[in-house]
């Protein structure tokens, strides 16, 4: 026997201590091993095949949501939308017909864009006639059509008609009519400008709803129809104040005519007196 054949057996050393194990605990460690791999491949394939089992599941509930959409919901949906396009043809042919509508629209606006630049010109129309300065001025002013000209309405009424008189230029009962008198001129005139402002409102209103029906819709007639009247109510309105003022103009004119009926019977009056009181002194 060669020294070099002679091998030391090795030894295994547990914390510093021979390990004399067995082969019999080696044998129950490659078992639990092996029972081991087979417990974890076992749950790898159930972790694999529940999730499949799952979107199956899954894909068919959907599968039969989309069938019963397809075959029930969408045949009533079908079923409707039949219905509601015979319904708008009915509509469309019979009760309110295109091709009418459309001619109704052409109509209007024909007579939109026919007369209403020439009636414009007709409202709008001032027939001028003074021709000195201080008229041309106050004629201006009325011709103005706004409201906000009030003020300086009065100002140049006075410079072109004159002021009342003194209290020493004039008798009390001459101050007392051409003061009321000019005060009933200059209210009207103001309310002319007040009227003729009102009158540009409610031809833009009338110009607007105009325009509503040559581009309005079926159905649509009722609320153009009250739109009109509310209008019709303002136009009578504006004309009732106007109405008013030329009432409390005539009405002025026949208290100036009375006082100076009154005015002549107490002359007249006096004069008489004088007579009788000459006569009777002999």
């Known amino acids: 026997m060669k020294q070099d054949d002679y091998k030391p057996e090795e030894e ?37 095949v529940a999730p499949a089992r799952a979107h199956a599941g899954i894909f068919d509930v959907l599968g039969e949501i989309f069938g019963t959409i397809q075959s029930d919901i969408g045949s009533s949906l079908k079923s409707i939308n039949q219905i509601t396009q015979q319904v708008q043809k009915l509509y469309q042919t019979t009760m309110w ?22 009636m414009n010109q007709i409202f709008s129309m001032r027939c001028t006639s003074a021709v000195t300065a201080g008229p041309q001025q106050f004629e201006s002013i009325l011709h103005s059509r706004m409201s906000s000209q009030i003020p ?9 008609y004159g002021a009342v008189p003194r209290i020493n230029n004039a008798a009390p009962q001459d101050r007392l009519m051409m003061d009321m ?11 002319t400008l007040i009227a003729d402002q009102s009158a540009d409102a409610i ?41 008013a003022a030329e009432l409390r103009q005539e009405a002025g ?30």
């Not at 001619?103 to 630049?117: E, W």
């Not at 833009?204 to 309005?216: F, K, R, Y």
Request: charged content about 15%; hydrophobic content about 45%; glycine content about 8%.
């Open 12 to 48: 295994l050393l547990l914390n510093g201590v021979p390990y004399t194990g067995k082969s019999g605990a080696t044998n129950r460690v490659s078992r639990h091993q092996w029972k081991g791999a087979v417990a974890a491949a076992v749950i790898g394939v159930v972790l694999l």
């Open 97 to 118: 017909p295109l091709a009418a509508i459309n001619q109704a629209r052409g109509f209007v606006a024909n007579s939109i864009s026919g007369f209403r630049s020439q």
């Open 152 to 160: 300086a309405l009065g100002t140049s009424f006075s410079a072109n």
């Open 181 to 191: 008198d000019d005060a009933l001129g200059q209210e009207n005139l103001k309310t």
């Open 203 to 243: 031809l833009s209103a009338a110009n607007q709803m105009e325009n509503q029906v040559a581009v309005s819709t079926p159905g649509s007639n009722p609320y153009l129809t009250a739109q009109a009247q509310v209008a019709n109510l303002r136009c009578q309105a504006y004309m009732q104040k106007m109405l």
């Open 253 to 282: 004119r026949i208290a100036h005519d009375n006082a100076l009926l009154k005015r002549r019977t107490n002359i007249t009056g006096g004069i008489n007196n004088l007579i009788t009181g000459a006569l009777t002194a002999r």
